[in-house]
């Protein structure tokens, strides 16, 4: 799926897979899919296989996988061979927080989508948009790459309007400054800090200063952490980008 998504076929010059490069120069990735026919196409695009570390089927692979490889990327279907794909996320989480994690969700509703989110994953997409002009994989990858989140605008959308209301939590984001809010509203449409930096003005250290205060603020572990509050309790106050 992730080679439709890219078009990669290696015929000329194609300025996607230099961008793809450049992304993943340095990086270590791991993969872990159900299907092995999809595992197997995804392995072998271009951009990918120079970087892979580990291609799996299952969790208990993956996980022995990510232990030994502390990749900087991990890839996981919703579906496994053996085990489950967004509990892997949470426990690829606990094993190496480092580690970016995306998930390729194949089921299209708010229950998986939430369950995704409290999970940890960094990047969300449904199988349905790869290969579309959306261009989700590659957006995913930019955006994890650079230490922001990919949540799509349906992705938000879906969290907001199912999840519970909880006043404490949305009275957390209320104590936050204007400036503040700001910034996690640019961190959940999935802006790196130097992108917040320009669309706000400020300098990338000032971000950074903003994003450490959010963070505490909130009592959170990290910005992943701070977007999922923000897109699950925020409402009006943080609305989509």
Same mark, same amino acid.
């Given at each position: ?15 996607? %897979? ?12 791991? #993969? ?12 072998? #695009?271009?951009?990918?296989?120079? *970087? ?10 993956? %996980? ?23 509990? %892997? ?6 094993? *190496? ?83 503040? %809010? ?27 200063? *903003? ?21 699950? *309790? ?8």
């Amino acid at each position: 799926m992730a080679v439709l998504d890219l078009n990669l076929q290696p015929r000329g010059d194609n300025p996607r %897979l230099r961008e793809i490069d450049a992304l993943l120069e340095g990086s270590s990735i791991v #993969a872990c899919m159900g299907d092995r026919l999809t595992l197997a196409g995804f392995a072998m #695009a271009v951009p990918i296989w120079r *970087h892979l570390r580990a291609a799996v089927t299952t969790a208990e692979e993956a %996980l022995a996988a990510v232990s030994l490889h502390k990749p900087d990327l991990f890839f996981v279907s919703e579906d496994l061979e053996q085990g489950y794909g967004i509990s %892997l996320v949470r426990e690829v989480e606990r094993l *190496h927080a480092a580690t970016r994690t995306l998930i390729f969700l194949r089921r299209e509703n708010p229950a998986v989508v939430n369950e995704a989110l409290e999970a940890g994953a960094d990047g969300v997409m449904f199988v349905s948009s790869i290969g579309s002009e959306r261009g989700d994989f590659f957006k995913a990858l930019q955006r994890t790459r650079d230490g922001s989140v990919y949540y799509p605008e349906r992705v938000r959308d879906m969290v907001r309007s199912s999840s519970p209301e909880d006043p404490a939590l949305s009275g957390l984001l209320e104590q936050l400054s204007e400036r503040e %809010l700001d910034v996690l509203r640019a961190l959940t449409a999935g802006q790196n800090n130097r992108e917040i930096a320009e669309s706000l003005f400020i300098s990338a250290e000032t971000v950074k200063s *903003h994003l450490s205060a959010i963070i505490s603020k909130l009592g959170v572990r990290d910005r992943t952490q701070a977007a999922i509050l923000a897109i699950r *309790h925020g409402g009006d106050l943080v609305s989509s980008t």
